[in-house]
């Protein structure tokens, strides 16, 4: 195996909820995880097992309480854990994609400028950007007449799936997929799984969360359960 | 993003303080501000938001701590040192300020063209030609009629006001735009039209801005970074999906429990 | 200016010459000195209170009071015209408290103190210019803020007069400022040059003449020393020009002089006469003639004819 593009070490987190006098839930303790390129790496449990927090962990939604997240970017290896807040937003651009649950939508945006900017920051050029953004929402069978409206008004199939091409639109070395075909029909899920197969063959280092597990069994390169690491309530 | 890394940061505030006698406006606030970076400064109405604001650019003397900003020949000043003359040259060519009442910022009594024309027409711009042309764009660019440039902003509605603002900020090319609440009192449509034209400018001009709101969608939607202000101080600050998302302190865990989702 | 040396002098009817005291006249002077030494600058001064109304050239007047000398030789226009109400007055003013000599000749004059009018003849080294201002501030009307405007005169900061003249053309298609037309001053200062006519501008530049501005109600002298630089404010691509007449006057035929037009009866009737009534006359008496000269009714004409 080559040397991994990801490695989580002991990442441990928790929340304190202090509207609630303090409460504290933890999540996960003593993740230690490395993902190579080309892995597609899928995190198992049942539900608030974490999954997701780990992956947010990982992108820096979330903070992590302890241990660390080291991302391999070029020559250099960053800590996400306790990298600046700049630093973590350039590793966004160039090199951690993440496909989340839900697309944000922002007023006005068409669906293909969404697409489009997540290659833009990438640094892809302008008609690059278009013709894998066409390619792209062709091939999840978004139709064309909505490409030129905001997403606010499709439906959750819909809008998933101009978030999928927007997490899949740039050479990301690593890719954090957050349930990705949850509200997909059969047809789509398949376009999804191709996606998949695509980005580890062109040897990008994917974690991901699925729920189903057809689509589980056909990409995952290993399973981890994410409840051999659940935190001791505190 | 990655060239910008090795950049030195535009604007520098080091634990700015600012007393109103023994009343605390702010206190040991701290950060750098890089080129094309959005920051946003959140929180309660006397959160010492706007006294910060002020104090950032150079319209209020801290108690203690400095504000340093690079100039556009490279060489970083403390803006508290610079003359009255350097400091409005800077406000009339590398910095914006909006106001959260457009017409703090318009002269209300001239015509459109007029108010984006003035900083060009202070920089030594002769020309009326070319001036109006570059105002035609301007307004163009933040979706104003050009056909409507000889009209006085009093003829506006609000959401036009705070773009004309915008475009009067904007034509001559700052690195740096403070906005306080730029869309505070507006309606709910007008904001969301404005709030994804400055996301655009911002983007696209690669701006750095510092973004005083209340309003939490409002730093999601614009800002990189946000910095979480309470009784005068930086509680919290951050990635802005970071800090809204995963909030640590019980105040910004109150604020972003607070917000009503449609 | 001969002759300053007039304290102790008392006028007939028991007023000090020229009605202000010695030491008003003294501060007024010291004003005077500052404004000649920074042209274009406003100074401030104690403006008095005078024996006639704010409108009226309270401000002319005591610059004028300050500088008048037994000798001088003085004359009063008033929109060009030595027989205008205000002029009148003034000039009564003047022979009354301190008995110098006047004339409504341009050439004989040492002092001139005008209101809205700069003498069509060359004014000379030997003579001051005395004008008569109203609002002293250019920026005024665009800025209301004096702490600001003074800010804004410190600092060169003057992008708010283009706007001014952006407005006129967005608004006319050129320039309409027709009076109060504002100027540079040696590159430095914003001035406004009274309410005289934008075709007077181009005779402050060079000037030989001393002229000096006097705001009594908003107490601000400023001045132009002889052979100021004054340029009107413009644009590239709309030059400053000054005013141009269609007509010749109708009694001298001048075709090169600022013309005022006087309605000559209830049918409508009109003609345009030269707005400077000495150089009218004087050219008159050289034997020029316009072509309405034989039918002027006599109060156009004056007593020239």
Known sequence: MTAPLLALDSLAKSFTMHLQGGLVIPVVAGISLDVAAGECVVLGGPSGAGKSSVLKMIYGNYRADGGAIRVIDRNETVDVATAAPRRVMALRCTTIGYVSQFLRVIPRVPALAVVEEAATAFGLGREEAQARARRLLALLNVPERLWSLPPATFSGGEQQRVNIARGFIADHPILLLDEPTASLDAKNRAAVVELIEAKKAAGTAIVGIFHDDDVRERVATRIVDVTRFAASAA | ?262 | MSALATSGTVAAGGYNFAYLDEQTKRMIRRAILKAIAIPGYQVPFASREMPMPYGWGTGGVQVTAAILGASDRLKVIDQGADDTTNAVSIRKFFEKTSGVETTTHTAEATIIQTRHRIPEKTLTADQVLVYQVPIPEPLRFLEPRETETRVMHALEDYGLMHVKLYEDIATHGHIATTYAYPVKVEDRYVMDPSPTPKFDNPKMNDCAALQLFGAGREKRIYALPPHTKVVSLDFDDHPFEPTKFDHACALCGATHTYLDEVITDDAGGRMFVCSDTDHCEERRAEGHRGALLGEAPAAIAGAAE
């Open chain 2, 1 to 262: 993003m990655t060239n910008a890394m090795t950049d030195a940061p535009l604007l520098t505030a080091e634990a700015v303080t600012k007393f109103y006698g023994a009343r605390i406006g702010c206190r040991d606030v701290g950060f750098e501000l890089y080129p094309g970076e959005v920051l946003a400064v959140v929180g309660e109405s006397g959160s010492g938001k706007s006294t910060l604001l002020k104090l950032l650019s150079g319209q209020l003397a801290p108690s203690d701590g400095r504000v340093l900003y690079r100039m556009r020949d490279g060489v970083t000043r403390d803006i508290l040192t610079l003359s009255e003359a350097e400091r409005r040259f800077l406000f009339r060519t590398d910095w914006g300020f909006v106001h959260q009442h457009a017409e703090q910022g318009l002269r209300m009594g001239v015509s459109a063209g007029a108010n984006v024309g003035e900083r060009l027409m202070a920089v030594g711009w002769r020309h009326y030609g070319k001036i109006r042309t570059e105002a035609e764009t301007w307004l163009e660019r933040v979706e104003i009629d050009a056909g409507r440039i000889d009209e006085r902003p009093t003829a506006y509605s609000g959401g036009m006001r705070q773009r004309l603002q915008i475009a009067r900020n904007l034509v001559t090319a700052p690195r740096l735009v403070f906005m306080d609440e730029p869309t505070g009192g507006l309606d709910v449509s007008v904001q969301a039209r404005l709030l994804d034209l400055v996301r655009g400018l911002v983007a696209d001009l690669g701006l750095a801005a510092i973004v005083v709101t209340h309003d939490l969608a409002v730093a999601r939607l614009l800002s990189h970074r946000i910095l979480v202000m309470k009784d005068g101080r930086a509680i919290e600050t951050g990635l802005t999906d970071q800090v809204l998302d995963d909030p640590r302190e019980p105040y910004t865990q109150l604020l972003v429990s607070s917000i009503l989702q449609p």
